[in-house]
Structure formats: C-alpha cells, structure tokens
C-alpha cells in the first residue's frame, strides 16, 4: 500500500478572486514560542496608536452671548439637548447637525435649571433667579405653556421621570404639581438655601438635595418626610443618580473631590473620585451607569470608571473658560460641556474612537487590540503611554502643589504617631470617611 497525502482544495482555494485566502493555523504554543514578545509589541504599537489618534474634540455648539450655566439631555430623543445661559435665554439643539432647533428669551435672571417633561418629546421646564418656573412646548411657539411663581430665587430643578410633578431648590426644597400653582410638598431641614435637587430615575419617589449648610439630604414622597441626611466638610454643588443602579448617586465637591455613594449607608462613600485641581461644579453618570464625567473650575474634564479613582481622561481646549455643566449623551458615545465663555463643545467620551460605520474587520482588530492592551497594562512602558496626558501649565503646577500638600500634611500625621502616644492611639480615618462629619437621620 502506498499512503499519500489527500487535501480537499476547498480548504485552501477561493472561490472568488475578492475573498480572502484561507489560512490554517495551529494554535498550539509550543510551536509559537515568541507568541507573548509579538503579542506584546502589538499591543504597544496599539496604545502608541491610541494617543495619536486621540482627538476628542468634535465641535462646538455656538449661539450664547453669556455662559451656560444649565443643561440637560432628553431621555427619549437620542440628538436633543436643552441649554440655559447667564443672560435668560434658552436654546433646544440638535447635537447630530450642531445647530439650534428652538430658542426663546425665557428669564430675566440665569436660568439655574433646565429639564425635559415627563411623556412629552416637545415640552420641558426652566427654572432662574427670577423667582419664576416655566414649562415651553417647542412645537407651540416661543411662548410659555405654563409659569410658576415662587417666593424665592431658584437654585436647581428636577422632573419627576413619569408623574407631572416637578421639584425646585431655593430657600426650600418645594415638589410642585403641574395642575396647581403652589407646591404640594415643602421641605426644609437646617439649610438656609438649597444650591441642587434630583429626582431618581429609577425610584422614583426618592429624590435628593444639596444644601448650603454643606449637606445631601434625601427624601421620600411616599412620607413626605427626609429620609436622611450627610454633612460634609465642605459644599457639594451637583449630584446625580445612577440610572441602572436605584440606590448609588454620585455628588460633586468644592473639596475638588467627587463621590460615590450608596443610600442605604452613608456613613462612608464607596468611591472617591479625585485629580480635580480646583472646586467640581457638575457631574453626570452615562447611560450606562458605569461611567461619569465631571466639570471643574480649573478649566477641564474628566471621565471616570466608577470602579477606579482617578480619572481615564481629562479633556480641556485653550479658549474653554470654567465648567458649569455637563452632560453625557444618550448613547453614552459623547460628552457635553457648558462653560461659562459662552459655547457648548461637544467631546467624543472615547478619544482615539473612530466615528461613523466601522468594517467587520476593523471591529475585530479593535476588539483584538483592546484585549491585547488589557492583557500587558501592567507593563511600565505601556502604562506609562496609556496614562499620558497633557495638561496646561497652571494645571500642572496646581496639582504638583496640591500632592505637596497633601504629603506634607501625611508626613505630618506620621511623624505625631511615631512620637506621640496620644496620636499613636487615634484610629487612622479612611479616605473615604475623611469628607464626612456625620449622618442625620
């Protein structure tokens, strides 16, 4: 007998000169022995490539003469953005052709809050200084629907996400019907004004404040009572809730720290969200819940992994001014900011993501290369690529200054519990204790 090799061409030959030509590969690594060095190559090459190709900036979103001082997206259409600026006015955008869709001369004050209406593509709320709330239907002109009158300046506004209820922050923290011209609830507890208010997205019948007496309070409409209340060491300017998780919020600092809270136990944040140089003026979770991007004083952005605490990126422009708002999109693909210059920039939350339709090739390359970049993170070479960012210099030398800080006042500590018995028997406060005073409930 004669044995010879018998191969089917089907497994080797295209059938059409356009296709691809069939490769064989044996993945067994005995026989691939430098599989890890080009593995690793690849992925340096793949992270060099990411901080090349990283340019965020997509446009900016022109029409304010004053700075913006209040947005928020629309939870059912997936381009639409409302905006309120320092002079009044209100605009309605359409982020996929950047331009204004609606505008109209709302307040005589700074409009401190906008927010979509619950059911209704058309219609949503502003709130200013002016003392007055008012609801406008894009679809009916530039004339109110609709206006309250309270006896305060208003400081923030929220909409109940199903029911016609609406909620203000000012002197008090007032939920009001859309049927009546007074609110149905008022709360007060210590605060001698109030600076935000948020509905939860999810339980609905909780929503929280800020106050200037440095404290988040929650409440519950089922009661009509507070549920509790956490005292900070310093003011907490915005918050925002988790939209998957119901009971997780995150609040911004003038401490230039962000955290994480849970609810059901406010002795302790669960993460603290730092590299701010300067006070946190906003903060907003993505749709996704996994992810939030703050607003800060010193002039940049940044983006977190609620998982992680120091930010992924941070982005900033020459011209931007400080951040008053922002904002996630729907599709959890772009980040807004509002600065107090007068424009609205709209940033890729992914920075070397190409936009637009992507091959089923190229897909699999990224998806390979991302694996890759996981798999050899820890690499110095790597992680010092990947972590690269450059800041402008007053950043740079504020930061520099505050890690000085903040060891000199470590190195202190230290220094009183190796030579004082006294200290040496105080318990070490964790750094995510260390903002809270106390809880109230």
């Excluded at 927010?115 to 009916?140: E, H, M, P, Y």
């Excluded at 996400?161 to 019907?177: E, H, I, M, Q």
């Amino acid at each position: 007998k004669i044995k010879a090799l018998s191969r089917s061409s089907n497994d080797y030959v295209r059938e059409r000169s356009q296709d691809l030509h069939k490769v064989q590969r044996n993945l067994n690594p005995t026989i691939h022995p430098f599989e890890q060095g080009r593995e690793y190559v690849r992925a340096l090459n793949t992270v060099k490539l990411e901080r090349m190709f990283a340019k965020p900036f997509v446009g900016a979103l022109g029409g304010h003469i004053d700075g913006v001082y209040s947005m928020a997206k629309h939870p059912t259409r997936l381009a639409s953005m409302i905006s309120g600026s320092g002079d009044g006015e209100i605009r309605v955008w359409d982020i996929t052709d950047q331009r204004t869709t609606w505008r109209a001369n709302a307040h005589n004050g700074i409009v401190q809050g906008v927010c979509a209406g619950a059911n209704d593509t058309t219609r949503f709320l502003s709130c200013s200084q002016d003392k007055t709330v008012k609801i406008w239907d894009t679809s009916s002109g530039s004339d109110p629907v609709n206006t309250y009158v309270g006896k305060y300046a208003f400081m923030g506004l929220s909409h109940h996400r199903k029911d016609p209820l609406f909620a203000t922050a000012g002197n008090s923290v007032d939920v009001w019907d859309e049927s009546r011209s007074e609110p149905i609830h008022e709360f007060e507890w210590g605060a001698d004004s109030y600076q935000s208010v948020k509905f939860n997205p999810v339980e609905t019948n909780i929503l929280a404040s800020t106050g200037t007496d440095r404290t988040i309070v929650l409440y519950d409409l089922r009661t009509s009572q507070p549920i509790s209340k956490v005292v900070m060491t310093m003011r907490t300017n915005a918050i925002a809730w988790n939209p998957i998780e119901a009971y997780t919020f995150v609040a911004a600092n003038e401490d230039h720290n962000t955290y994480l809270f849970d609810m059901r136990n406010m002795e302790s944040a669960h993460n603290v969200f730092k590299d701010h140089v300067s006070a946190v003026m906003d903060v907003d979770f993505a749709p996704t819940g996994q992810e939030i991007v703050t607003g800060s004083y010193d002039r940049t952005l940044r983006l977190y992994n609620i998982n992680q605490g120091h930010s992924r990126d941070v982005y900033h422009t020459k011209r931007m001014q400080r951040i008053f708002s922002v904002q996630f999109s729907m599709d959890s693909k772009f980040v807004l900011s509002g600065s107090d210059d007068g424009n609205i920039r709209l940033w890729k939350a992914n920075a070397s993501e190409k936009l637009g339709v992507k091959d089923w090739r190229e897909r699999h390359h990224l998806a390979y290369a991302a694996s890759l970049k996981e798999r050899f993170k820890h690499m110095d070479e790597i992680r010092k690529i990947d972590r690269h960012r450059p800041l402008p210099g007053d950043i740079r030398r504020a930061d520099r200054m505050k890690k000085t800080l903040l060891g000199s006042e470590k190195r202190k500590d230290e220094n009183r519990r190796k030579h004082s018995k006294k200290y040496d028997e105080e318990k070490r406060i964790p750094e995510r204790k260390k903002a809270i005073i106390g809880v109230a409930k």
